[in-house]
């Protein structure tokens, strides 16, 4: 096998840790000695789980580091007790793919069928050490679980960047929200995005991501676009008011790149006949999407 190209420089270090941390836990798994195999696989499963936020990896990257994770946690599971529902020869099949990670040149094909890892308990994400994802990797990680669990079919992520506003500095805790809904103007799926991180002149920065309820595959099939409203607090007439939405037809809707929304004056209308933009100026909602199989 050829030797894999070098990964982008923040992913580089993650690969090489993870390659050499694999292999010892398969050289212990391989003599006998159980409990460091399972301290080995359960530490790689869980830093594995703590930078799927990385807000560089990819729908590929992510789909496979999900895969390895809860391989791992299937031998650590097999190892306490003493079961044989994933092997210590099946473990092996895991190195080329861990080699390749983040490279591109990834197995077109997972190497261990999904039954023998698919049911298992996960590892949670490591908090110790250098953290990539911050405070923010366990709740990502409990959002990505719960939804793999739930929803059949291509799971959906969302992270909302930033959004351009002229007075931006102005708003008082503003946050998004986004929606769901199909083309009978009926609402699947509503998350609120928190608090902007921070702000500038002309932008509030979000920096948040977000795991939709709904298939891929469902929202096809019922006509569904994505709303995206953009909120603050007023303090004088002591609510929640909605200064102005953006919306994304299915087909726009694109793994791995960045997409780019126009915004429109409020009210938001879900059947999309109402459309006056909010600003002349080339200030957008910033998005990317990442796509899991479930």
């Excluded at 496979?64 to 599971?77: E, G």
């Excluded at 190892?79 to 990834?106: C, H, Y």
């Excluded at 923010?136 to 959002?143: H, V």
Aim: proline share 5%; aromatic share 8%; net charge negative.
């Amino acid at each position: 096998m050829a030797a894999a190209a070098a990964a982008p420089p923040e992913k580089e270090p993650l690969r090489l840790a993870w390659a050499a941390q694999l292999r010892k836990a398969q050289q212990a798994d391989s003599w006998g000695q159980l409990v460091e195999a399972q301290e080995e696989y359960q530490n790689m499963a869980a830093s594995v789980a703590s930078k799927q936020c990385m807000p560089s990896i990819t729908s590929k990257e992510k789909d496979t580091m999900q895969r390895i994770s809860l391989c791992l946690s299937a031998r650590v599971h097999a190892l306490k007790t003493m079961s044989e529902n994933i092997t210590a020869n099946e473990m092996t099949l895991l190195q080329p793919v861990v080699d390749a990670l983040f490279t591109g040149a990834e197995p077109e094909q997972f190497p261990i069928a999904s039954h023998k890892y698919q049911s298992v308990q996960p590892v949670r994400p490591s908090m110790d050490g250098e953290i990539v994802c911050g405070d923010e990797a366990f709740s990502d990680w409990q959002q990505h679980q719960d939804v793999l669990k739930n929803v059949h079919g291509t799971v959906v992520a969302i992270r909302v960047d930033k959004i351009g506003l002229k007075d931006a500095q102005e708003y008082i805790d503003p946050f998004m929200t986004i929606l769901v809904a199909d083309d009978k103007a009926n609402i699947l799926d509503t998350h609120d995005i928190p608090v902007a991180k921070g702000r500038q002149p002309t932008y509030c920065i979000f920096e948040h991501q977000i795991y939709l309820n709904v298939s891929f595959e469902d929202m096809d099939s019922r006509g569904a676009a994505l709303f995206f409203e953009f909120k603050h607090y007023k303090p004088k007439k002591k609510k929640v008011s909605t200064r102005c939405w953006a919306f994304m037809e299915l087909a726009e809707l694109r793994p791995d790149s960045e997409i780019v929304l126009e915004l429109y004056q409020k009210p938001t209308d879900l059947k999309k006949k109402k459309l006056k933009l909010h600003t002349e100026k080339q200030l957008y909602l910033h998005l990317l999407a990442t796509f899991v199989r479930s």
